[in-house]
């Protein structure tokens, strides 16, 4: 089965949303709406992915762990794509 990073990504902003982070989740949803490609979304995602904002640092690790587990996979997408 083929993971849906994209659907991953939308339940996180929804958790985030939830657990009172709406900046963080925010930001992830404006790095998909502002790209034009899959790579250029991906690579802009990497940065939104890599902290929530400073204010927002009360988010649930498991919350930051989600992320982390998305850049990474994010990461390897685009090594395989070789814009890595």
């Known amino acids: 089965m083929t993971r849906d990073l994209y659907r991953d990504l939308r339940e996180l902003c929804a958790d985030l949303e939830a657990a009172g982070a709406p900046l963080w989740a925010e930001r ?47 990461d390897e997408a685009l090594r395989q794509s070789g814009w890595t």
Not at 36 to 62: M, N
Not at 68 to 74: K, Q, S
Request: hydrophobic share 50%; aromatic share 4%.
């Open 28 to 74: 992830i949803n404006n790095a998909v709406l502002a790209g034009a490609t899959g790579s250029e979304i991906f690579l802009a995602l990497r940065v939104e992915l890599r902290k929530p904002p400073a204010d927002e640092a009360t988010i649930p690790r498991s919350l930051r762990f989600r992320a982390a587990v998305l850049r990474r996979d994010i």
